[in-house]
């Protein structure tokens, strides 16, 4: 099976380190919150407007933390399985930098189109969301650009994890999904010009 949100199947060893969801999220939120508190501070402002629209881009982020470094497949319980370290196996890493490779490698039609949509759609709002709150982000090239960048920071991440594959064709759908996110804003925008004329 090649690369996919699924994750692939792999069996730890027994001195592997397991981050359970709610952990990984706390350490998140804390990182958030932290650098947020330190922008403000050195740049002596707050607006509490700016943070509220900032809270999307959390939220979003969040939302691609758990599908991009926790398992999607839950346990027998209907937990969350956690994200895995097993410094034994982190080479040879679990990389391709061959497009189209693998892309349709999956045992079935249904998974391969749940891997292709999902790795496209889970990125469609931060097309949407970036241009909307950043007005330096407005134009195509640098929405793209910064999309883009957030889905290679992923797979960079993802490359000590063993149960991950980091995925050239990954960073093509993820940037496809911010192209259409990017679509559905400028649609959005233009409508409500046309509404206050």
């Known amino acids: 099976?090649?690369?996919?949100?699924?994750?692939?199947?792999?069996e730890p060893h027994a001195d592997a380190v397991r981050v359970p969801?709610?952990?990984?999220?706390?350490?998140?939120?804390?990182?958030?919150?932290?650098?947020?508190?330190?922008?403000?501070?050195?740049?002596?402002?707050f607006d509490l407007k700016h943070e509220a629209k900032l809270l999307l881009?959390?939220?979003?982020?969040?939302?691609?933390?758990?599908i991009t470094f926790f398992p999607m497949h839950h346990?027998?319980?209907?937990?969350?399985?956690?994200?895995?370290f097993d410094p034994k196996d982190i080479f040879p890493l679990n990389i391709n930098l061959v497009p189209l490779q693998?892309?349709?490698?999956?045992?079935?039609?249904?998974?391969?189109?749940?891997?292709?949509?999902?790795?496209?759609?889970?990125f469609i709002p931060t097309g949407i969301?970036?241009?909307?709150?950043?007005k330096k982000l407005r134009s195509f090239p640098r929405t793209v650009l910064a999309g883009g960048l957030i889905s290679l920071c992923i797979e960079i991440l993802?490359?000590?994890?063993?149960?991950?594959?980091?995925?050239?064709?990954?960073?093509?759908l993820n940037t496809s999904g911010v192209v259409i996110g990017y679509g559905i804003?400028?649609?959005a925008r233009k409508i409500r010009r046309k509404a206050k004329t």
């Open 1 to 10: 099976m090649g690369a996919n949100i699924f994750g692939v199947n792999y």
């Open 21 to 45: 969801f709610v952990t990984g999220m706390i350490i998140f939120t804390v990182c958030w919150f932290a650098a947020r508190a330190l922008i403000c501070f050195f740049r002596k402002k």
């Open 57 to 66: 881009m959390y939220v979003n982020l969040a939302v691609l933390l758990r």
């Open 75 to 84: 346990d027998a319980n209907g937990s969350i399985q956690p994200m895995i």
């Open 102 to 122: 693998n892309l349709f490698d999956f045992s079935t039609t249904k998974d391969m189109l749940i891997n292709i949509i999902g790795n496209i759609t889970m």
């Open 129 to 134: 969301i970036l241009p909307v709150i950043y």
């Open 158 to 172: 993802q490359l000590p994890l063993s149960d991950r594959t980091s995925d050239i064709n990954d960073l093509i």
């Open 185 to 187: 804003y400028t649609m």
